[in-house]
């Protein structure tokens, strides 16, 4: 009965974490179904974040919807194809200097005009790092693989504070997932992108 109970109050939390643990596997396995699972997830956790003032993750997840419909595109369009692209030194640095950017901008907002917010500058650079490497994986890059391992761990200790358990334990999750994937994009081929 506590089981049912604890389902009822937490069902948002708890569909959204099933949905990103399939949506991070077809990532591992380079199916372009991934993309699909992230859109649930994605709305999912939307709604989550704004109920508890995480604002910059909620807004996270309206681009995160919008680049896993341009993943699955591209994904699709040659899965049988498939290969990992090794990104230049020149994209990695713009990539860090958009994190940092993002992460400024986003926090120094949130901030400044809005209430109820919650860590507004770890929130904005957590959102930051997970739009480049949103971005790197859409693009079939094999860094993103790094970038997710770092931001969740970061993750990890944010929900922690939050309260939200199985969202931490999903990111520690994502965490073991993630070096998983980097080591299956590893053996495959790369072509500097």
């Known amino acids: 009965m506590k089981m049912v109970q604890y389902f009822l109050q937490n069902w948002i939390e708890i569909t959204g974490i099933v949905s990103s643990v399939l949506g991070v596997y077809y990532s591992i396995q380079q199916k ?11 709305i999912l956790f939307g709604v989550l974040f704004f109920q508890i ?4 993750d909620a807004e996270l997840q309206v681009f995160f919807i919008l680049m896993a419909i341009f993943g699955w595109i591209k994904w699709h369009k040659n899965e049988a194809n498939w290969f990992p692209q090794k990104s230049s030194k020149t994209s990695l640095i713009a990539g860090i200097c958009f994190v940092f950017g993002f992460g400024s901008i986003s926090g120094f907002l949130h901030e400044t005009y809005t209430n109820n917010v919650s860590l507004p500058y770890l929130d904005a650079f957590l959102s930051g790092l997970s739009i480049w490497g949103t971005w790197l994986a859409a693009t079939k890059n094999i860094e993103n693989w790094y970038v997710w391992i770092f931001a969740d761990l970061i993750y990890v200790g944010m929900y922690l504070q939050k309260g939200l358990i199985g969202t931490s334990l999903l990111y520690l999750l994502f965490v073991v997932l993630a070096t998983q994937g980097l080591l299956s994009w590893q053996k495959k081929k790369t072509k500097e992108f």
């Open 53 to 56: 003032g995480l604002y910059s």
């Open 32 to 42: 372009s179904v991934a993309w699909l699972w992230n859109i649930i997830a994605s």
